[in-house]
């Protein structure tokens, strides 16, 4: 199905282990976008990407790694994972359309580091 | 420092109420789009909104954008239990690079009860 697929979708991991959320997109959207979700604090940007092997920090980087080999995947790395990146992590492609302009978001990875 | 600012942040209504969302900013913003998120699901785009005053309409939600691009609005006239959700609004601030960075509000969690 044409889309934005995040897997897993639910992980548990220990403190200190390292962890990739993967993104695939269907489409070739060029921007992609990590964010995370957490009561309080809304939707708070990670890392984005404007295209393949182009990538910087959002608002929240630290702790985290992101790559972009290919224009379709977008994987995020958590390489020593800590409780207080216990949230809900979403990816999401920009597609573009003369007015038509927004994110796809896929259904998210809910992470528990315990 | 929260860009965007909505209210109200809870909502529980009865079915066939009108309600209002308000997003505010004191930022100029190149467009404004607003999505809604059912429980374990990513947000989905409703609409965007790119000229100062501008109003769209989908069905019973109405979207109006400030004229000076600064706050919008959603209106969602005879509200039924499917329009239960966290609303969000988002805001791309533009400017050099057109990264399609959003900021986004911290969401309006609706409940309509039947």
């Known amino acids: 199905d044409a889309g934005i697929t995040q897997s897993p979708r639910y992980k548990i991991t220990e403190t200190g282990r390292q962890v990739t959320l993967m993104c695939h997109q269907t489409w070739s959207h060029s921007y992609m976008f990590w964010y995370r979700q957490d009561l309080g604090h809304g939707l708070r940007l990670i890392y984005y990407?404007?295209?393949?092997?182009?990538?910087d920090k959002g608002e929240v980087p630290d702790g985290y790694v992101v790559s972009r080999s290919k224009t379709e995947n977008f994987p995020l790395t958590l390489e020593s994972a800590t409780r207080s990146q216990t949230s809900v992590y979403f990816c999401?492609?920009?597609?573009?359309?003369?007015?038509?302009?927004?994110?796809?978001f896929g259904s998210g990875t809910r992470l528990t580091v315990v | 420092t929260q860009l965007l600012e909505q209210s109200p942040q809870f909502l529980s209504i009865q079915e066939g109420e009108n309600l209002t969302v308000y997003c505010n900013s004191s930022?100029?913003?190149?467009?404004l789009q607003w999505y809604r998120q059912e429980p374990g699901e990513g947000p989905v785009l409703l609409v965007t909104v790119v000229t100062g005053g501008e109003v769209k309409k989908l069905k019973r939600l109405t979207f109006q954008f400030g004229d000076a691009r600064k706050d919008s609005s959603l209106h969602i006239t005879a509200a039924q239990p499917g329009d239960t959700g966290l609303y969000l609004c988002?805001?791309?601030?533009?400017?050099?690079?057109?990264?399609?960075?959003?900021?986004f509000g911290q969401g309006t969690t609706l409940q309509v009860k039947p």
């Open positions: 990407s404007a295209a393949a092997d182009i990538t």
């Open positions: 988002a805001g791309d601030r533009g400017g050099s690079g057109n990264t399609g960075k959003l900021i």
């Open positions: 930022s100029v913003f190149s467009s």
């Open positions: 999401a492609s920009l597609f573009r359309g003369g007015r038509d302009y927004g994110y796809t």
